[in-house]
């Protein structure tokens, strides 16, 4: 379990010291620091490295000599601080956003909350935590566009898109390989690796179908099934998906790890109130602050029965997934047309295409042969 987090500043004129904490009672001393610090300026290069340190074990990320900021988590001995690795590098694009204002110490509680988390994080959560980032997500509308981009190109591109913000590409990208999201290779008569869309994904709500098809069923009495299934169909109607939706739900629901809780407990039946709070013993420890974020982010709505007892129902469920981009194979022939690309790297671009289609194909007849 992790421990607490320390956001440290290095300075020529005075060293180490320690700009952000959480909670407030975590301590280093300034040799353990200073062994982070030397660390980190073995190798001169924005990453994570992560050491031992009595009782406990660190994992700390170094956002380069620019801003001389480490975020250091700290953990119990038996936890893996490499499982941290992609988190931290996240987190700390967001405490970049705050290191000069006075928000640093309001931000990290839910920073850190968010990060102690990552390493048990399911799919659909890392998913999220990929379209929440935005370079990350403006390099995969830019791969939506195109066939293929120079590494090269897509760093000075994204700094300069991104003046103002701390990225370190080199982790950006790897955080989009290892999700499969993209792929790096090398393309003959170009001088650096291109990276190439290798899955696209796809991001909306939709309806809770086994709730929908069957209230009853799933806990809510037959007085309320009509105006229930009403409300559903109402909602959906109307609605149209949009970044900013999706991002909202994001930051609120699936990546708070108690509204995470209590959408997961939704999405299997119509609670009611003392149901809910069973949940305290799986950290759920705000109930009405969780209650609050889905209602304001329109994915429940609330029924009361003839008796007066209320029914927490799920309305519009939350969808992020990987989908293969057949929609590239018309990028590729446009921009082999009217010559905006290099032609071997659209070669290449077909290549990974192929290779992720018959990959996907593979897993589904083995995915047949099991059930």
Known sequence: MAIGMLVMHWDERVGVEVI?????????????????????????????????????????????????????????????????????????????????????????????????VYPTLNEEQLLSMIYLDEPKRLILKRLQQEAA?????????????????????????????????????????????VVFLNEDIMILRRPPVKLFLDPVEHHLPKTLKESYTTQVRSFFKNYKPTERDNLEIINRV??????????????????????IEKLRKKGVE???????ALWETKMIAVFQDDSGTEYYCLISDFYISLFYPRYNLDTIRKQ????????????????IMREEYMSNVTIRKASTRTK
């Open 20 to 116: 952000g904490k959480y909670p407030e009672e975590i301590a280093l001393d300034e040799k353990t620091l200073m062994q982070l610090y030397s660390q980190h300026e073995f190798t001169g290069e924005p990453g994570m490295v992560s050491i031992m340190a009595g009782s406990t074990n660190l994992a700390s990320y170094y956002t380069g000599p620019e801003s001389s900021i480490y975020v250091i988590m700290v953990l119990n001995t038996n936890e893996d601080g490499d499982a941290y690795e992609d988190g931290l590098a996240e987190i700390s694009r967001q405490i970049m956003q705050n290191i000069d204002s006075d928000t640093l110490d309001a931000v990290l509680p839910s920073l850190f909350q968010r990060l102690s």
């Open 336 to 351: 082999y047309i009217s010559k905006s690309q290099n032609p071997k790297a659209l070669m290449k671009a077909l290549d």
């Open 149 to 193: 981009i120079s590494k090269s190109e897509l760093a000075i591109w994204l700094k300069d898109t991104k003046r103002d913000s701390f990225i370190d590409i080199e982790s950006v990208i790897a955080s989009l390989v290892k999700s499969n999201v993209v792929k790096i290779a090398s393309v003959k008569g170009l001088a650096t690796d």
């Open 286 to 292: 705000d109930i009405d602050e969780t209650l609050k």
């Open 254 to 275: 699936i990546l708070d790890p108690q509204c995470y809780e209590v959408l997961k407990l939704l999405r299997e039946a119509m609670v009611t109130k003392n149901d």
